[in-house]
């Protein structure tokens, strides 16, 4: 399995700013994931970050509103930009469980976000 | 396109009851099927894992089952104590390709369980 932390836990924002989410995994892993969930929802994929390259996005999701960096294979960052109030969710880190097959998917802890 | 489907959406039991929470998903093609735990404002605990060639996965008090001919998953929760009160979500993750790891989930079921 893999540890996931992410920072910060929780924020409230202002209309308009941007906050950037840190993910840090405890093991060199291939697949990281961003999912989004907004209240009383269930979990949608942002995009999946790439080492060393672009990020994939999902449908309805765009690289200016949600930059995603990958530095290495043990850390990610999603930014959500310009925020607005209907971008208030958890915000959460996964990461897929091996390198040669899709196996088990584990999930960090989230990061609440308020948008005022 | 996936959709997965959770019943019931919300479930209220007096401990000690033995209970069965439901997840339907309408392509049977898939890699495997994992039941994760939320409580509220947090993120997901991996509960159990059945890959697509197997029928059932167990851990403690939980037994999950997997038909997946039928689209069907059950996670069954014996002797459900208060502390079992959360959200459990099943998701779904498509064959080996590469485009992609993308796991579809179903709703959830809001578990409340009272002493």
């Known amino acids: 399995s893999a540890v996931i932390s992410q920072k910060p836990s929780r924020d409230i924002c202002q209309r308009g700013t941007s906050l950037t989410i840190q993910c840090q995994v405890d093991?060199?892993?291939?697949?990281m994931f961003w999912y989004r969930q907004q209240p009383g929802q269930s979990l949608t994929l942002i995009a999946t970050?790439?080492?060393?390259?672009?990020?994939?996005?999902e449908s309805g999701f765009v690289i200016d509103k949600f930059p995603i960096s990958r530095p290495n294979l043990t850390f990610s960052t999603l930014t959500v930009s310009n925020m607005s109030p209907e971008d208030s969710s958890i915000y959460l880190c996964?990461?897929?469980?091996?390198?040669?097959?899709?196996?088990?998917?584990?999930f960090g802890p989230g990061t609440r976000l308020t948008v005022l | 396109k996936q959709e997965v489907t959770q019943i019931p959406a919300a479930l209220s039991v007096p401990e000690g009851e033995n209970l069965v929470l439901n997840c339907s998903f309408t392509?049977?093609?898939?890699?495997?099927l994992q039941w994760f735990r939320q409580d509220p404002g947090k993120g997901l605990t991996s509960l159990l894992l059945?890959?697509?060639?197997?029928r059932e996965q167990t851990s403690g008090r939980l037994n999950a089952s997997l038909d997946k001919s039928s689209g069907r998953s059950t996670l069954y929760i014996a002797a459900s104590q208060p502390g079992d009160s959360a959200t459990y979500l099943c998701?779904?993750?498509?064959?080996?390709?590469?485009?992609?790891?993308?796991?579809?989930f179903g709703g959830g079921t809001r578990l409340m369980v009272k002493p």
């Open positions: 392509d049977s093609a898939i890699y495997n």
């Open positions: 998701a779904v993750r498509p064959p080996n390709n590469n485009a992609g790891n993308m796991l579809t």
């Open positions: 996964s990461v897929g469980g091996s390198q040669v097959s899709y196996n088990e998917q584990f």
């Open positions: 093991s060199q892993v291939t697949m």
């Open positions: 059945i890959q697509s060639s197997q």
């Open positions: 970050a790439n080492q060393g390259s672009e990020a994939t996005y």
